[in-house]
């Protein structure tokens, strides 16, 4: 690819009003993973170190809010009342570009590799759409509800973004379209076919799915839940002298986890009914608050809190006594809410909440131990939303070879359980990157 003293600039479109998302807030602005969708979207095109300039198109409203939740480089202008418009404005600010990408900002599963092969396609040909096969067979009823014909499926495919053009090809397309009164064209390369000219197509991505509805927006937290089942960390950080506070640490988890702290050269601080010096009954909020108070008294602010308490009864609903729901809903969730309230933490702190596999679906003779967990997922991020200064996520591993596991379930072959050790690490590696909020990362076992 041959970019050469050839400027490169990106323009997101974000000044949508959200009609047909049904909120008063527009879907770039609501959060996924503990950031703004239009966040999400901005950071691949930052760390794709691609572009010279990445200029936001937003409505004119939101401009200020904008402008302090990013780098003071990136550039805000504001948008137009519709799409075209908005790209036309967003051309107009780019004047000295070569090249231009331009992408939906509701788009934020775009990957380095589509804007690369935009790039270099639009550098060879001039003008490139997205494109990616359709699954579903295209019906065409020009006089609906009666169809006319069903053309052959692998003729069609489905437009995504980016799509990358030669700057001024782009905006030859705008102008002509302008002059001819065409006011509301919901796609670029259209424009540039009016004018005659080839659009070239470039591999898009399943998962390049752009948020319209509200069903989009779950399945987008699917997506960004599954492509964040490994923690990759781009900077790591020491964790030598850092303090933080394990409860459940002196078994399974909790106590791989403090081990593996200690050779991190970190301070873990185990806290359960049986640790030592710190002990407490996290279940009561009193007992809890005590402890964390003497912990403070020795430490200060901590560097982060790993809830890995936990406490399973097997049994149907109808066998269980109300004191062992009680002590499953206290253990799993309550001494977790009551731990995460009283922990006084560091500004960029981490919160890690231990949940289980089981919060997706509920599971057949631990209902109440599945529900808390589930309530854990969500707890989780609902306070990661109310604590931005924090980085708070949840860790779902699989099946673990813990004493509860192995009490619960003794006839399980050991080879498919996940080894303590192996969750550790990824917490561990969690704790070492300062970026990720809000996330459910599921450990398997490879």
Request: net charge positive; hydrophobic share 35%; glycine share 8%.
């Given at each position: 690819m041959d970019t050469e003293n050839k400027k490169i600039t990106a323009i997101l479109l974000m000044a949508g009003s959200g009609i047909r998302f049904g909120s008063l807030l527009p879907k770039q602005f609501h959060r996924m993973g503990g950031k703004k969708i239009y966040q999400h979207t901005l950071d691949v095109f930052i760390l794709s170190g691609l572009f010279d300039e990445i200029l936001l198109v937003c409505s004119t409203e939101k401009i200020e809010e904008v402008r302090k939740?990013?780098?003071p480089s990136i550039r805000i202008i504001p948008g137009g009342a519709t799409r075209q418009e908005s790209s036309y404005l967003g051309l107009l600010a780019a004047a000295d570009a070569h090249i231009v990408c331009i992408h939906d900002a509701v788009r934020p599963f775009v990957t380095t590799e589509i804007l690369k092969e935009n790039i270099s396609k639009a550098v060879q040909y001039g003008a490139v759409n997205t494109c990616i096969p359709s699954t579903d067979t295209v019906v065409y009823a020009p006089q609906n509800p009666l169809i006319h014909s069903i053309p052959l499926r692998s003729d069609y495919l489905r437009g995504q973004t980016p799509q990358t053009f030669h700057y001024p090809l782009i905006l030859q397309a705008h102008r002509s379209a302008r002059e001819k009164g065409v006011a509301n064209c919901t796609d670029d390369c259209t424009l540039i076919l009016n004018i005659g000219h080839p659009v070239h197509i470039s591999q898009g991505c399943e998962y390049n799915i752009k948020i319209t509805t509200e069903l989009d927006l779950s399945l987008s937290e699917q997506i960004f839940r599954l492509r964040h089942n490994t923690i990759t960390v781009q900077s790591p950080s020491s964790l030598k002298g850092k303090h933080f506070i394990v409860t459940g640490g002196t078994g399974g988890i909790g106590k791989a986890l403090c081990e593996m702290l200690e050779k991190e050269e970190a301070i873990p601080i185990p806290l359960s009914r049986s640790s030592s010096p710190y002990a407490a009954d996290l279940t009561s909020y009193d007992s809890g608050h005590h402890a964390f108070q003497h912990i403070h008294a020795d430490y200060g602010p901590v560097d982060g809190l790993i809830n890995s308490i936990g406490h399973l009864t097997l049994n149907p609903l109808a066998d269980l006594s109300p004191q062992d729901i009680e002590e499953q809903i206290s253990i799993n969730l309550k001494a977790l809410i009551f731990s995460c309230k009283c922990a006084l933490l560091k500004k960029g702190a981490h919160i890690v909440n231990i949940a289980s596999s089981s919060?997706?679906?509920?599971?057949?003779?631990?209902?109440?131990?599945?529900?808390?967990?589930?309530?854990v997922v969500n707890f989780t991020q609902g306070l990661a939303e109310e604590r931005p200064d924090l980085l708070i996520n949840a860790i779902v591993p699989q099946r673990t070879q813990t004493p509860l596991r192995l009490k619960n379930f003794a006839l399980e072959n050991p080879d498919t359980l996940l080894d303590p050790s192996e969750v550790a690490q990824e917490i561990v590696s969690l704790l070492k990157q300062s970026d990720l909020?809000?996330?459910?990362?599921e450990i398997r076992k490879k």
């Open positions: 939740e990013i780098d919060y997706a679906r509920g599971r057949k003779d631990f209902t109440v131990y599945s529900s808390a967990k589930a309530a909020k809000g996330s459910v990362i």
